[in-house]
């Protein structure tokens, strides 16, 4: 069985913590808080910048603080129990965290960039009827050492340590994996600041985005402490098929979304993401109210095909249908692109990640 290199599990993760937590930490160990501050530095830029796993390596810090390090935590990188390639390149890990529960993140890496869809949660508390995830069992949600392991896996994976600039495969991360990351805010907002920290990983808020199915109250929030790209998964035009879709919208309902997406304190367009199911809200009239809606938002519309996962009872509109929808949009001027499903072979595609023990399990059961 694969284990984690670093000791994950059986000691507490470093990962995770800001610079001043580790000052703290190594201040604890060394005794010496003058040069404490230094060397918490030293050991996030290790952490976070080089990709380190091996304290022995770390060598800017003295023998004997790397020793004790070394006893008593970990880097904090999960077990990885399966890395899966499709045909496309895509690349599905599914890791396995210190109490046995398990995510999983993909990276799809298309021409001038790449992105790594990162999970929030174990399986998701709501219940959106096409989405895959939302029919697991079990939920809880990631700590942010949890949530920035998926990009340290990635980094190790793609083999971009600490090499920088702009030659990069791993360029972007969005957060559309498993879960409702506005449901486990406070831990997706400590993950991503120290992901955007310019000592450590140094991404650009540019370059994220976080996808919600629409927790209203935490949208201006997300948007004022971290300035990330916004997606919406509306998916309906009418709260009546809405509610049925997307469940959250019985408490907050269209309008009241449309309103925080107005309100929203980023310049960047929002996404607005519409997955493409047959005969439910693929119409021409549909299509028609989704930009009545949207006027006023500066706003890009992505289309999903929906992507097939046993036992759904929905099916994918068809290429022509997809088009025609795709037409109404762009004629009155929001883009409107279909997203091009990606590592559907490996089950990795948007509403397909449902971990495979959980699926093992149920098989069994
Ligand atoms: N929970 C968040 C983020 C994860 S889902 C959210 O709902 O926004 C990422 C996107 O994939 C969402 O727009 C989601 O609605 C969509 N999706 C879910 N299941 C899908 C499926 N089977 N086919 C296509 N898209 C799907
Ligand atoms: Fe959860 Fe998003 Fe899936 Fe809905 S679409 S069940 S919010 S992961």
Redesign the pocket.
């Known amino acids: 069985m694969p284990v984690a290199t670093d000791g994950s599990g059986t000691r507490p993760a470093l990962l995770g913590r800001t610079p001043e937590q580790l000052e703290e930490i190594i201040a604890g160990i060394d005794g010496d808080a003058k040069r404490a501050r230094m060397r918490g530095r030293q050991l996030f830029h290790w952490i976070h910048f080089r990709g380190a796993t091996d304290f022995e390596a770390m060598s800017t810090l003295p023998k004997a603080t790397r020793a004790a390090l070394s006893e008593n935590w970990s880097v904090g990188r999960p077990e990885i129990v399966a890395e899966q390639r499709s045909q496309d390149g895509t690349r599905k890990w599914l890791l396995r965290f210190a109490d046995g529960q398990e995510v999983e993140s993909v990276f799809i890496p298309e021409e001038d960039r790449g992105a790594l869809c990162i999970s929030t949660q174990v399986g998701?508390t709501l219940t959106?009827t096409?989405?895959?995830t939302g029919t697991m069992p079990l939920v809880r949600n990631l700590g942010p050492a949890e949530i920035l392991a998926q990009i340290m896996v990635a980094r190790d994976s793609l083999g971009e340590w600490p090499t920088g600039g702009d030659d990069r495969l791993f360029t972007n991360i969005v957060v559309?994996?498993m879960?409702?990351?506005l449901f486990n805010y406070d831990n997706l907002a400590t993950a991503l600041r120290l992901a955007m920290d310019e000592e450590g990983l140094n991404l650009s808020r540019r370059r994220i985005t976080v996808?919600?199915?629409g927790v209203v109250p935490k949208i201006e929030q997300c948007g004022r402490d971290l300035g990330v790209g916004l997606?919406i998964?509306l998916?309906a035009v009418r709260d009546e098929l809405r509610d049925e879709l997307v469940p959250i919208n019985r408490k907050w309902n269209i309008e009241a979304l449309l309103d925080a997406c107005r309100r929203y304190p980023t310049r960047r367009p929002i996404t607005f993401?519409y997955?493409m199911l047959k005969g439910v809200n693929d119409s021409d009239a549909d299509a028609r109210e989704l930009v009545r809606l949207l006027e006023g938002i500066p706003a890009k519309v992505n289309l999903?095909p929906?992507?097939p996962?046993p036992g759904t009872i929905f099916e994918c509109s068809s290429n022509n249908r997809i088009r025609a929808f795709a037409a109404i949009v762009e004629a009155t001027g929001y883009a409107s692109p279909v997203r091009t499903p990606r590592g559907r072979d490996i089950l990795a595609?948007?509403?397909?990640l449902k971990t495979a023990s959980e699926r093992a399990r149920r098989r069994a059961a």
């Open positions: 998701c959106c096409f989405c895959h559309m994996g879960g409702e990351p996808s919600t199915s997606a998964s998916h993401e997955v999903i929906f992507n996962w595609a948007c509403g397909q």
